[in-house]
């Protein structure tokens, strides 16, 4: 887990998202000095990353799960 998530609350927001969606590379407000780094995977390969290790904070294997179990990834 991260540190501070024992006394934190989060919350996930699961949503459909179409690239037309996307209006910059990025995200974030400049006025707040936020720098957030946008990477899309493959569905199969994110979630076969749990099992190698390079996915390893538990909120990104919670969401990855929920998004199996529940089928929804479209992967056609």
Known sequence: MSPGSVTEI???FVAEYDKEMKISVGGGLKEEQENIEVLELDFEKAF???GTGEIRDAKTIMLL???KIYNLIDEG
């Open 65 to 67: 799960q929920y998004a």
């Open 48 to 50: 076969g990353m749990i």
């Open 10 to 12: 989060l919350y996930f």
